[in-house]
């Protein structure tokens, strides 16, 4: 397990072209303020089927990165979908849109960034585009980059740092 702050990782690496660092737009939840993975990327719009689909597949240090179109208009995860990331080994998610079920959702073993909360649900649709290029709060997140999310902030790099 690598163990990390957002800080120190700029201050070793934020010289290298790749380092990405996050504009401050998440507000976290979930019981774990700190998280590291490889990314998975999902473009969907207002429906969270493909998230569902996602997410009930096995991954070992995992972070899913949503581009939900920065909507408010609808949640895209719920606590019984972040139950199932924790099942499967997804460490964090990270939401360019909503969640709801936020008080349970910050008793659960994740870490979750997303820009609110909101308690419609999304509708069920299976379209979206999955391991594409994502772009949204200054970073270009691509599928098998690393993710580290931590209180200080989100960066982005192509290479594992320590």
Known sequence: MITFTTAALCDTHSA???LQIAEPIFKSYGANPAFWGHVTTLKVFENNDLIIKILAEK??????????GGSHHC????????KMAIANGWQGLVIYGCIRDSASIDQLPIGIRALHTYPLKSAK????????LISFAGINFRKDYYLYADADGIIVSKNLLS
């Open 59 to 68: 991954t070992e240090n995992g972070v899913l990165v949503i581009d939900g």
């Open 125 to 132: 649709k299976a379209n979206g585009d999955r391991d594409v």
């Open 16 to 18: 290298e072209a790749n």
């Open 75 to 82: 949640a895209l995860v719920n606590a019984e979908i972040a």
